[in-house]
Nanobody
């Protein structure tokens, strides 16, 4: 009932920047938390950053000062601005939303993932 579509991944050199986007569509009443996770080969999925309906954010120490999460509630979209990228940022990045449907039932859903590769 809620679909997430991610965009913005790709190949970038160390020190470069990328901006990821994730847009939701469907029978949405409200979105509480919008988050970005990542999963590198052979590793567990980890939380990168979250932004709450209040606008407050939570950013992982590994990316603090380099990544910025933001949201546009009019577009049901979350962004992840990634600067000063490092090879260790290479991973598949997933967005995750939770909130309520028009029926007021709770939902939580994941995007399909977008590959980010940092390499020279």
């Amino acid at each position: 009932q809620v679909q997430l579509v991610e965009s913005g991944g790709g190949l970038v050199q160390p020190g470069g920047s990328l901006r990821l986007s994730c847009a939701a569509s469907g029978s949405i009443f409200s979105i509480n938390t919008m988050s970005w996770y990542r999963q590198a080969p052979g590793k567990q999925r980890e939380l990168v950053a979250s932004i709450f309906s209040t606008g407050s954010t939570n950013v992982a120490d590994a990316v603090k000062g380099r990544f910025t999460i933001s949201r546009d509630n009019t577009k049901n979209t979350v962004y992840l601005q990634m600067d000063s990228l490092k090879p260790e940022d290479t991973a598949v990045y997933y967005c995750n939303f939770n909130g309520r449907l028009l029926s007021l039932a709770r939902f939580e859903t994941w995007g399909q993932g977008t590959q980010v590769t940092v390499s020279s």
